[in-house]
């Protein structure tokens, strides 16, 4: 098994609406690409206050790292991303992505 957790930063000038297109397009993905096992996405409802601006975050599950690689790299991805990035804060660096296998542990 294979989680690709993304934290996102969105520029403070989208509307709910744009944010939340941005996310069906993430979620469209499922259609296109037979690897995504699952999508889940959501707002920070943490009162800790250490998202350190990331509001926003998604999860995807793929049965191993190949799969998840195929996602990676599959075109209908990269135009996604062509398409979300530009509605982050700071483009890439207002994304952070942490790929785990949770059957591995440490």
Same mark, same amino acid.
């Given at each position: 098994?294979? *989680?690709h &957790?993304?934290?996102? $930063?969105? *520029?403070?000038?989208?509307?709910? $609406?744009?944010?939340?297109?941005?996310?069906?397009?993430l979620?469209?993905?499922?259609k296109?690409?037979? $690897?995504?096992?699952?999508?889940?996405?959501g *707002?920070?409802?943490s009162?800790?206050?250490?998202?350190?601006?990331?509001?926003?975050?998604f999860? &995807?599950e793929?049965?191993?790292?190949?799969?998840?690689?195929?996602?990676?790299?599959?075109? +209908?991805?990269?135009?996604?991303?062509?398409k979300?990035?530009?509605?982050l804060?700071?483009?890439?660096?207002?994304?952070?992505?942490?790929?785990? +296998?949770?059957? *591995?542990?440490?």
């Amino acid at each position: 098994m294979m *989680k690709h &957790i993304v934290l996102l $930063q969105f *520029k403070e000038s989208l509307t709910a $609406q744009e944010i939340k297109e941005a996310f069906i397009l993430l979620e469209g993905l499922g259609k296109t690409i037979p $690897q995504i096992k699952s999508f889940k996405c959501g *707002k920070s409802d943490s009162n800790e206050g250490m998202n350190h601006g990331f509001e926003y975050g998604f999860e &995807i599950e793929f049965d191993n790292a190949e799969d998840r690689d195929i996602y990676l790299f599959h075109p +209908d991805h990269v135009a996604v991303a062509g398409k979300v990035i530009p509605l982050l804060k700071n483009g890439t660096d207002s994304l952070m992505a942490f790929d785990y +296998d949770p059957t *591995k542990g440490l």
